[in-house]
Every structure is written in structure tokens, then in C-alpha cells.
């Protein structure tokens, strides 16, 4: 098997304290050695490999975990976020638009449309991405959007409960029971995850309890949509039913960060989503002091955060919500592997897979230091550069 040696990297973020320097484990004038798409050691400069990349003192850093996104859709809402910009307030009402053109496209131009995405989100430096159903609320459409994204990642994640279709209307309940048997039928063979939209024109806790109840029996893992657009029972339900992450987390009050502390859960933060709807940003700052785990993702989705930047998430994070570059860097690499409930990817330590990213800078605090800037100079993804 061929080796190669990513050297001369002027500021290597391993996000292992035992490898180096601080909370980042930092190393400088670093080498990575790579083989068979996983790291096999990680030292100083020169380290020996069939192979080299020259990082030319750069600074290279763990790719990007994506813990929360809605990839596979069809439509725009240009206009609706245009409307929001002029006042309007954010409903979860917006989600049947992008439900009605996803159901009317085919397979293949799902397939499509997600690969664009998807290509785009890695040249962001997103190595790893998770991918939510939510817009085929059918039988049929969640199925099959499962199947789309199951072409992308292993981290997949059934979302029927994410509004009432409009032939339910009026009958939640009927609703639920049907995503809790005949859609979860055909969703959980396709699915790690289930999801809800915990929310006031969603699905109320004991709703979101069921789903969550009958993904578990069906053996997915569990996450929730919490605490978006404003104060509720998600924060508080995702820690009662040991979600591996609450997402959102843009209202919390202090019971809800008590029980985030006391948990297993990974509060994960959404950044670009309260910059798309005006949102409040959550104080992350009072999470992480009270001893939380937290995470940052993009939540690329039509309606509420039609970005794949993480970049972007980060310097959200550190500017408006309290987090330090260090704190927002590991929340948006190795937090995000906590929310996926990995432990092969988000750092950069021998025997992790080989996710790199070499930055356009000496330092990762340029990505919040110099906004907006295309700093992502190249990308690893188990060992191959793309
Ligand atoms: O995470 N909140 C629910 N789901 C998405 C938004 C979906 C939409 O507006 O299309 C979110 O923000």
C-alpha cells in the first residue's frame, strides 16, 4: 500500500491533547503520515512516505463533521427568505413548498441535486456529512429520499416528523401513528437516525416521544429537532429519551442547559439558521461553562440555512455566539463526530480516518479572522485528495 506524508503543515490541529500543544492537541512544523485512508502516524516535519504533499507551513486541521443537514430536496425559496429579510417571520409552514416540488421530481434528479450539494460542502472541507429526509413526508417520497442520500453517507436520518403533510391536515395524530408504523416500515432499512421537529407548528413532546419511541425499537439512533424558534420541551425530551444530539438549541433556558450538562446529548448549534431567519444566537458561551458537549453544523436546508460553509458556522459561533476559534474549531470537528456518535473521524491522531484540510492560512483563527474568504485550499477524505 502507498504511503504519503502531508509535510511542512506550519500549524497542525490534531484535536488530541496527547499529541500536542492545548485543548487542539497542537503541533508545530508537522508532518501526517497516511496509508490505506487512515493515519498511521503524526510527528514532526519530515516524516518518511512513498508519497509527499508539501503544505508549505500552512495550517491544516480535521475535516469538517456536518452533523445536521436537509441535502436531498428539489425547489427554491428564494422568495421566502426575500420576504423574511423584509419582515417576515420564519414558519415551519415553508417546509410543504419544498415538499411539493421534491415529490415531483425524479430519482434521478434527486440523485443529481444532492451530488451538487454534496460536492460543494466538500470543497468546503466537509469530509463527513449527515443527511435528513423531511421533504417526501410519504410513504413512498421518504423512502425514497433515503435512498438518495444513502448514496452519499452512512449518516442518514428519517425525518417524517417534520411537518404534517397537507392530506394529513388536521390530523396529526393520524400523521404520527403513520410515520411511527408504515413509514418507518420503509424509512428504517435506509436510516442510522430518526429525527422530529420538536417546534409550535410541528409536533408537540409527546408526539415527537412516539416517533422517537418506534425509531428506537426499530433500532435507529435518535436526534431532535429542539428549541428553534423558541422556548419548549425539545431540549429537555431529547436528554429523557438519550438523543446522542438536540439541534437548535436556540432558546435554552437554564433548566434545559442543566440537563445538556448532565447528559450524554451533544447540543448542537446551528448558527447560519438563526442568521437566515433572524433568530436570537443562542449563548453557546453559557453551555460549554456549564460543562455541555456541543457541536456546530451547517443545517443546509431551502428553507432556513441554504449554505454548505461551514467556514461561515464557525465565524457565526465565535462573533455572535461568544464561542472561542479553538472552542468553535473542535464543536465544528470533533463535536460533530460526538453527534454522530463517531469515533473514527474529527481528529487528526493515528488510526483515525485520513479527513484533512489545508487552509489557505497560517492559522485557523483566519476563518473567522478573514470572513466570507475562500481559505479552503485542499481536501483529504479518506486519504484521497478531491
Ligand atoms: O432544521 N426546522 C426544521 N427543519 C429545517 C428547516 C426546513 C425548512 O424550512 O425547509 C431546519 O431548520
Redesign the pocket.
Known sequence: MTSVVVDRIGLLVTNDPSLGEGALGLVRDAAVVVEGGRIVAVGQSGLDADERIDAGGRCVVPGFVDS?T?LVFAGDRADEFAARMAGRAYE?G??RV?VAATRAASSAELTALTAGRRAESRRAGITTVEIKS?YGLDVEHEARCLQVASGFTGDTTFLGA?VVPPEFDGRTDDYVHHVCTDMLAAASPHARWIDA?C?VGAFDADQCRAVLAAGHAAGLGLRL?AN?LGHGPGVQLAVEMGCASA??CTYLSDADIDALAGSDTVATF?PA?DFSTRQPYPDARRVVDAGAAIAIAT?C?????YTTSMSFCIALAVRDMRLTPEEALAAATVGGAAALRRTDIGAIAPGMRADLVELDAPSYTHLVYRPGMPLIRRVMEAGVLV
Open positions: 445536521h436537509h415551519a415553508g417546509i419544498s423531511g417534520h421537529f417546534e429537532h428553534q439541534d437548535h446551528l439558521t443545517n436546508n431551502p428553507g432556513s440555512s
